[in-house]
């Protein structure tokens, strides 16, 4: 061999093995739309997006099937509800994984199995309590059916913290430290798998946004920076703040190592006139800064883990229209529905220039004055007529303006009594946690919907 081909040779052997564990962001892709591409096409804008992983909320058969052959690793999720039966039962995890995994693996690059999803925040104690002997079960089933490539974890709110702030004062909740935690670090660490956790500066800076410096949860700012003072570390943003407290919490209860992953973190890009900071702007420069930082080589890491590489999923491929709870929830796509993108964005993180300008912010500050909740459009007329006698079978004589004779009844139109009905509903559920969503079916204006003698009930900020 000459030289040159003996040289060739080398680099090709590194190129292949040397596909070296890379931070590069992947992506959430969840499906709680009615107007979703089709999983082939979604596998081709995961790709178009330049994401090597993504994480399902299931083991959707036709999502595995359409990444069956393509280099995108994959990772799954055992559905909440069947935790608890696998944590009892061997036989049921051996199931699972027969009948959701060895159907694909390993032409479907599945890779990471998720036991649930922020089982954690639940109140269920039982659940809580099954969380880990699942974990261990599912484990085993792997090993037995002859799995290797798939590590098993569970992804994890910021709520199992009791302590996040400063970072080093990072410490889980006593109900779950002891009882689950300590066990499920045993076994990420046996198993030499991750911590995944789901990780929103956006949530953090949304409950105190006038204390909380808006270009810090950015990764933009200049002149904001936070000294922990037990450990003399300074974080240049909010992100890299709540890593650090996960680190410190597993460090507290002896698990110093356990390599973290971000299951999910993102900024949405629209919402409703009650929440601040949630648009295009914002949400493009959180995840356009995120990629940078997380794509970069070499590895950036956090203050309390300078170097490392942080894997993660951005949340989420698509905007929702079918998340429940406020209209932020509906709105962290990259992508609209209809497969273009909302702002300019490359998971690779090679992308510099993004070409044209993004939107001013125009909710930055928090909105003043009266809201009502009204049909959003689009909205389904059969569903429509469930939501509105679901609103006016709630709250004190919530519809009785659009009965016949009241002051809403004519024009006789589902569409304004259901809008009459939302607004009436939403101005007595607000200050209870009642959302103005109805499955999708309703949104929030500021134009004021009455007429004649027919007034709106609203909301007022
Ligand atoms: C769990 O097992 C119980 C008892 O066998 C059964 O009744 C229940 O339907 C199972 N739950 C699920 C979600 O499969
Ligand atoms: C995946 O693709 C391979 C060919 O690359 C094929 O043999 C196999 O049947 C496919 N699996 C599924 C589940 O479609
Ligand atoms: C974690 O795993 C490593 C081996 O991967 C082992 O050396 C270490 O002792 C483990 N740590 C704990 C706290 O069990
Ligand atoms: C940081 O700089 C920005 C822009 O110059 C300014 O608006 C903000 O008040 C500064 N914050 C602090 C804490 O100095
Ligand atoms: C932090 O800085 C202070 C003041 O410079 C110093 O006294 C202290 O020992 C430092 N702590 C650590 C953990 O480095
Ligand atoms: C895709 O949907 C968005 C949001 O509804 C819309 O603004 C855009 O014009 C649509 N693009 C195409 C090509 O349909
Ligand atoms: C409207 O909702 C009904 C009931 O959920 C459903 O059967 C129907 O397919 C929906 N229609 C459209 C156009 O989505
Ligand atoms: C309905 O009226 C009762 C009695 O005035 C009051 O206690 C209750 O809070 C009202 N419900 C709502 C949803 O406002």
């Known amino acids: 061999m000459s030289l040159l081909t003996r040289l060739l040779a080398l680099s090709l052997l590194i190129s292949v093995s040397g596909a070296k564990f890379s931070g590069r962001p992947g992506v959430n892709y969840g499906q709680l739309g009615n107007n979703l591409p089709s999983p082939s096409d979604s596998v081709n804008l995961i790709k178009s997006l330049n994401a090597k992983r993504v994480k399902l909320y299931d083991a959707n058969p036709k999502i595995l099937t359409a990444l069956n052959s393509t280099d995108i690793t994959v990772s799954v999720m055992v559905p909440n509800e069947l935790l608890v039966n696998i944590s009892k039962s061997e036989t049921l995890s051996d199931d699972w994984i027969r009948s959701n995994i060895l159907p694909f693996y390993p032409t479907t690059k599945i890779r990471y199995l998720l036991v649930g999803n922020e089982i954690l925040s639940s109140t269920d104690s039982e659940l809580k309590a099954s969380l880990v002997p699942a974990m261990r079960k599912i484990q085993r089933s792997l090993k037995s059916l002859g799995v290797k490539k798939v590590k098993v974890g569970t992804s994890l709110a910021v709520d199992v913290l009791k302590t996040s702030f400063p970072p080093s004062s990072g410490e ?84 110093p190592d356990v390599r973290i992953w971000v299951a999910e973190t993102g900024w949405p890009n629209n ?29 950036v890491g956090t203050p309390a883990r300078p170097g490392k590489v942080l894997p993660s999923f951005v949340f989420a491929l698509y905007n929702e229209n079918q998340k429940t709870g406020p209209g932020t929830e509906r709105h962290f796509g990259l992508l609209h529905p209809n497969g273009t993108q909302v702002y300019g964005i490359d998971l690779s993180g090679k992308t510099t220039e ?93 134009k004021d919907p009455s007429y004649g003698r027919c007034e709106f009930p609203s909301v007022t900020l």
Not at 395 to 415: E, F, M, R, W, Y
Request: aromatic fraction near 14%; charge should be negative; include cysteine.
């Open 172 to 255: 889980f909740k006593e109900d779950i430290s002891g009882l689950v935690m300590k066990p499920m670090l045993q076994f990420l660490n046996r198993t030499k798998s991750f911590l995944f956790v789901d990780v929103y500066p956006y949530f953090a800076w949304v409950q105190d946004p006038t204390h909380m410096d808006l270009d810090y949860a950015l990764f933009e700012s200049t002149n904001v920076t936070v000294t922990d003072p037990v450990t003399n570390l300074t974080y240049h943003n909010l992100f890299d703040q709540m890593i650090d407290a996960f680190v410190f919490a597993m460090k507290r209860i002896g698990y």
């Open 271 to 299: 919402g409703d006139y009650d929440q601040i900071g949630a648009n295009i702007f914002n949400a493009a420069t959180y995840n356009r800064n995120v990629v940078k930082k997380l794509a970069a080589e070499p590895p």
């Open 354 to 446: 993004y070409g044209g300008e993004l939107p001013a912010p125009e909710n930055n500050e928090v909105y003043k004055g009266k809201i009502w909740c009204v049909v959003a459009k689009g909205a389904n007329w059969t569903q429509l007529g469930e939501a509105l006698s679901y609103a006016c079978s709630q709250g004190n004589n919530t519809c009785d303006p659009i009965q016949p004779g009241g002051s809403c009844h004519k024009p006789d139109l589902a569409v304004l009594h259901a809008s009459y009905a939302f607004s009436s509903y939403w101005a007595q559920f607000r200050k209870s946690g009642g959302t103005c969503s109805f499955n999708g079916l309703a949104t929030q204006t500021i």
